[in-house]
Nanobody, 127 residues
Framework: VQLQASGGGLVQAGDSLRLSCAASIRAVTNHTVGWFRQAPGKEREFVAA???????YYEDSVKDRFTVSRDNAKNTAYLQMNNLKPGDTAVYYC??????????????????????WGQGTQVTVSS
């Protein structure tokens, strides 16, 4: 399984970006896709996730600004980021959790539980 994250860039505070995460196989459509970020010197942290049935979850600091979604026909997940802040600066990763959960809304926010990772895309927000 390969995940390809893209869409990062250098923007100003208040701008928007949309990250994409394209999967190499259709099986990813049956599993949760998570977005994580890691700033220099900090641990990787949960940002958002979308379960196999499209149910979204967010970290508190982004829930009113970011929107996670997926298009299973394209094997792709998205993270729409609005009103970006300098504190959002980090490398953003997408990942897939191949654990089977009986409930389609179950997810995990621990990066250690995700099995496959994209290469990361840099997001830099200037003030």
């Amino acid at each position: 399984v390969q995940l390809q994250a893209s869409g990062g860039g250098l923007v100003q505070a208040g701008d928007s970006l949309r990250l994409s995460c394209a999967a190499s196989i259709r099986a990813v459509t049956n599993h949760t896709v998570g977005w994580f970020r890691q700033a220099p010197g900090k641990e990787r942290e949960f940002v958002a996730a979308v379960t196999r049935n499209g149910y979204p979850y967010y970290e508190d600091s982004v829930k009113d600004r970011f929107t996670v979604s997926r298009d299973n026909a394209k094997n792709t997940a998205y993270l729409q980021m609005n009103n970006l802040k300098p504190g959002d600066t980090a490398v953003y990763y997408c990942a897939a959790d191949f654990t089977y959960y009986s409930s389609p809304t179950t997810f995990t926010r621990s990066y250690k539980d995700y099995h496959y990772w994209g290469q990361g895309t840099q997001v830099t927000v200037s003030s």
